[in-house]
């Protein structure tokens, strides 16, 4: 009865994981939305192109999807600003990140993160998704500038802006980024592009004994000193070395890689950064979060559990372990005997990223930042209407 | 007697001399003298502090060394400013994994020179970095000339330690670099004190580079300087600093004692950094000078010499001081304009006092469209500071208008909430209220500030209440 009246504000245009997607063309389609489903008790999901949907990403479950690309009007790119002179770009929450990543290409940038294709700008922010250049450039939240959201209250709400410094008022965007949705939809966000490099290089290195030398042998060339890398991954005990520049830097760098790596591969040009992202799996599973310096010692007590050491993804600068999709649930299994807990007494700290995560996963906060993320939750949607299916369900 | 027996005698300070040295931060403007000083030794004891200060009824200003200049560090009106001047220690630096863990108080510079030893730097280097705390760096989100390169300080913080309004201490976030939900931690960096007291944080640190050169490119005119800043943002050059300072501030510099050998017959000169591999940091200069000599500059000098890029550099930084060689007083305008519109905005600033017979000189971050428009004044002659006033608000307003914003680093604090209005409407200030009063639901932290008076929630400062000593 009410999904009825729902799809009257905005039609339905298919469905996932059983829950119709919804496709508000305006914004106020969406706020009526956001409206009836706040006096109906009903739980609404934002969701882009649905890249994180077999990850187990939070909302699945909820009433109905909220389709951001529809947002985004028919034959429009999403993009609202590129100022190329600046290095900015402003797009639509719906925008496709391929389209918005050929458009910059044009102009000589590049958005980080580094990504596979199929995702939306909303949905790469409000996952939190970094990729494997975040050795260079840091997380996904660094480069956003501003954002535009609306809130369950409908509220519709700027933080930020379009420069790339700028500290006018509170940033209420680095909330927004990484939650999920759960404080509302993402409408617009403003993002610091980076410049394309000159040349890029990527060396493979042949496959070591195991991850965790593979690990440490990274930690080595991180080490060099004077060296800047771009990407450092760990992928089927095989180190990855993602270098970009000016050419005659990055031949001398690429030197000294080779002085402290068997480097069995090595590819050029833009096929560098493509190659690195076809190899790493990071993206999602389940993630291990740690010190760079641990990273081998928590490698070693996985694959002593009993987990498969070539399925393990490593950034061993940015303190990443991840146990990819596909084997994340017999990891899950294998970990919550006995390795879990000492995981945890070498400060580890979970992120599951993958369907039906368990139970020991979970790290709920306590204490002062309960409350705090409480609060902001009843301030920013009262009624739930963004809550996920798993809490608070009504 | 509670506060001293918590904080020491030495820690709790409420007569006249004390409270005056507190009237004001960096903005010298007004002026409002806490009722009470506390300066804690620990994070145990700032909370036990607060504790009592809140049971008493009064209201607490965070502080660090006071080098605020948007008046954020000083109270509305009485109250207790709550300083970290005994809170700094390094607690910990990690070169492997590369962090640092202070406490607020330590001196931003003190924590660079600690960590160079291990080949390691802390990237935020505000002009203020010999007096300003980490913890002010926090509170205000701070730049400095680097900051191009590295961003400001919300990139480095990857943890912190939180009193908050109950005397609760928290931490948030942690040493790893990209941790996963819901980012508290991002939105209590740039707070301006209004949210809690940060008594300890953990910062990334950087790897030294191998090879770093100074730039100066010295110019016959500022517009032609500020479009060859455009150009190289617009080649996607990047150096790692690209600093402005035109004749005035560079007639100041020399006439003191920091003076850095910049050319006096120069209208502007860009002060650059390039860093990286030898082949990188040459190509990158090379270009650089390519593009500032098509825009007419006369001349650029290169140097790697470590002794003489340190002088460059501390005339750079010292530079707001050696202002004070030209009039008691000096307003520094904070504003960002995109990169593109560089010239525009200084054409504004320049006419805005050239009509108030106001002496304006430019010194800024132009590498990140970051303008300080500084204007000497007499804080004595109340007409002059009606006039400084009046052109900073048409500064502001001009950059809004070219899409810029009202502060790029040093934050709204007391003297930008006015103007709040003109880049936020009703519904986001009240979004960042609630953002604010998640984490501070009862107004006692700063109260009175960045919000504009009209068309916020902002909550009023509290009458106050008997003093705790
Ligand atoms: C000569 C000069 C040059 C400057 N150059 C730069 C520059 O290049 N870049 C730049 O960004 N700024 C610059 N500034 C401004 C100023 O130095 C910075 O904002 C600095 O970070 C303030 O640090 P502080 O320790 O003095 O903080 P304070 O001035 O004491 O406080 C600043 C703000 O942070 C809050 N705060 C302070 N400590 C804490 C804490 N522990 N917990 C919570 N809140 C806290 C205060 O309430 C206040 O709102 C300059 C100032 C001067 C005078």
Same mark, same amino acid.
């Given at each position: ?7 009257? =504000? ?5 469905? !996932? ?20 489903? %706040? ?8 969701? +882009? ?98 954002? =535009? ?12 802006? !379009? ?35 000159? &040349? ?9 004994? #195991?991850?965790?030398?593979?690990? !440490? ?8 000193? +004077? ?79 009993? @987990? /498969? ?11 990443? @372990? ?73 | ?15 006249? $001399? ?46 660090? &060394? ?7 560090? %000083?109270? =509305? ?11 700094? %220690?390094?607690?910990? =630096? ?32 505000? #002009? ?7 913890? +002010? ?20 913080? $990857? ?76 080649? %996607? ?38 860093? +990286? ?61 995109? !990169? ?15 009509? /108030? ?113």
């Amino acid at each position: 009865m009410s999904l009825d009246a729902l799809t009257e =504000i905005a039609p339905r245009i298919g469905e !996932r994981a059983g829950a119709p997607l919804l496709a508000p063309r305006t914004l106020e389609d969406l706020e009526r939305c956001v409206a009836f489903a %706040r006096d109906a008790g009903q739980r609404l999901s934002p969701t +882009g192109n649905g890249t994180r949907l077999a990850l187990g990403a939070q909302g699945a479950g909820g009433d109905a999807w909220l389709h951001t690309p529809a947002l985004v009007p028919t034959g429009e790119s999403g993009i609202l600003e590129y100022v190329s002179g600046d290095g900015t770009l402003t797009a639509r929450a719906g925008a496709s990140m391929d389209t918005l990543r050929a458009a910059v290409a044009e102009g000589g940038h590049r958005i980080t993160p580094l990504l596979p294709a199929g995702s939306t700008l909303g949905g790469v922010l409000a996952a939190g998704r970094s990729g494997p250049d975040r050795q260079a450039f840091g997380p996904m939240r660094h480069h956003v500038l501003g954002m =535009i959201c609306m809130d369950g209250n409908g509220r519709v709400h700027r933080s930020g802006g !379009r420069l790339v410094k700028n500290v006018t008022g509170f940033d209420l965007h680095r909330l927004h980024a990484g939650a999920q949705g759960r404080f509302g939809v993402v409408l617009e966000a403003s993002l610091r592009l980076v410049p394309r490099a000159e &040349a890029e290089v990527l060396l493979v290195s042949r496959v070591l004994s #195991s991850t965790a030398d593979a690990a !440490r042998a990274a930690l080595h060339v991180r080490d060099l000193s +004077g060296l800047k890398l771009t990407g450092l991954v760990v992928e089927a005990r095989r180190v990855h070395v993602l270098l970009t520049g000016r050419e005659a830097q990055i031949d001398a760098d690429a030197a000294r890689v080779h002085s402290a790596l068997d480097v069995e591969e090595e590819c050029a040009g833009e096929a560098a950064t493509d190659a690195l992202l076809g190899a790493w799996r990071g993206d999602a599973g389940l993630r291990l979060l740690t010190r760079p310096s641990r990273c081998a010692k928590v490698i070693e007590v996985v694959a002593a559990a009993g @987990v /498969r050491e070539d399925a393990l993804s490593v950034e061993p600068g940015a303190a990443i @372990v991840v146990v990819p999709a596909g084997e994340a649930g017999r990891c899950a299994a294998a970990l919550s005997a006995e390795a879990a807990p000492r995981l945890v007494e070498l400060g580890v700290t979970f992120d599951a990223r993958m369907p039906d995560a368990p139970a020991w996963c979970a790290q709920p906060r306590s204490g002062a930042a309960a409350t705090w993320t409480r609060r902001l939750e009843e301030a920013f949607d009262p009624a739930g209407v963004f809550a996920p299916a798993t809490r608070g369900a009504r | 007697m509670e506060l001293a027996a918590i904080v020491g005698e030495r820690g709790v300070r409420s007569d006249a $001399l004390a409270r005056s040295a507190y009237e004001s931060d960096g903005f010298m403007l007004q002026r409002e003298a806490p009722s009470i000083v506390v300066l804690p030794r620990s994070t145990e004891e700032a909370a036990a502090a607060v504790k009592v200060l809140r049971r008493e009824g009064l209201v607490v200003v965070p502080r660090g &060394a006071g080098t605020g200049l948007t008046g954020g560090a %000083r109270p =509305i009106a009485g109250g207790a400013v709550l300083g970290t001047a005994r809170m700094k %220690r390094i607690l910990e =630096i990690n070169p492997d994994d590369r962090f640092a863990r202070v406490e607020a108080g330590v001196v931003n510079v003190h924590l660079t020179a600690a960590t160079c030893s291990h080949g390691l730097f802390y990237a935020p280097d505000p #002009s203020s970095q010999t007096a300003c705390t980490i913890g +002010g760096n926090v509170g205000n989100n701070s730049g400095g000339p680097h900051c191009f390169k590295y961003g400001s300080t919300n990139r480095h913080v $990857l943890g912190l330690t939180l009193v908050d309004s109950d005397g609760e201490i928290t931490r948030v976030g942690g040493i790893e670099p990209d941790p996963d939900g819901i980012d508290l931690l991002g939105p209590l960096v740039g707070s301006e004190g209004m949210m809690g007291l940060v008594t300890e944080v953990t910062v990334k640190l950087e790897p030294s580079p191998e090879r770093v050169e100074t730039l100066l490119v010295m110019f016959e005119s500022l517009d032609a300087c500020c479009d060859a800043v455009s150009d190289m943002i617009a080649a %996607r050059l990047e150096p790692s600093a690209i600093e402005i300072l035109d004749r005035l501030t560079i007639e100041a510099v020399e006439a003191s004692v920091l003076r850095a050998g910049y050319p006096e017959h120069a209208e502007a000169v860009m002060l650059v950094e390039v860093e +990286g591999g030898p082949h990188e940091v040459d190509a990158i200069a090379t270009d650089i000078i390519e593009l500032a000599r098509a825009r007419g500059a006369f001349e650029a000098r290169r140097t790697a010499d470590d002794e003489e890029r340190k002088k460059l550099w501390a005339g750079r930084k010292g530079a707001f001081g050696a202002m004070g060689r030209i009039a008691p007083d000096l307003y520094v305008a904070d504003v960002v304009v995109p !990169r593109t519109r560089l010239r525009e905005i200084v054409g504004v600033a320049s006419r805005a006092c050239a009509a /108030r017979g106001l002496k304006l000189s430019n010194v800024f971050h132009a590498g990140d469209g970051n303008l300080h428009p500084n204007i000497s004044y007499d804080r004595r002659d109340a007409d002059e500071v009606a006039r400084v006033l009046a052109a900073g608000k048409e500064i502001m307003e001009a950059c809004v208008a070219f899409g810029g914003s009202l502060t790029g680093e040093h934050g709204v604090g007391l003297e930008k909430q006015g103007e709040m209005c003109l880049v936020f409407g009703d519904d986001d200030l009240a979004a960042m209220s609630d953002l604010r009063a998640a984490f501070d639901p009862h107004g006692f932290w700063n109260p009175g500030k960045l919000f504009p008076v009209r068309g916020c929630r902002e909550i009023e400062a509290r009458p106050l209440g008997s003093e705790a000593r």
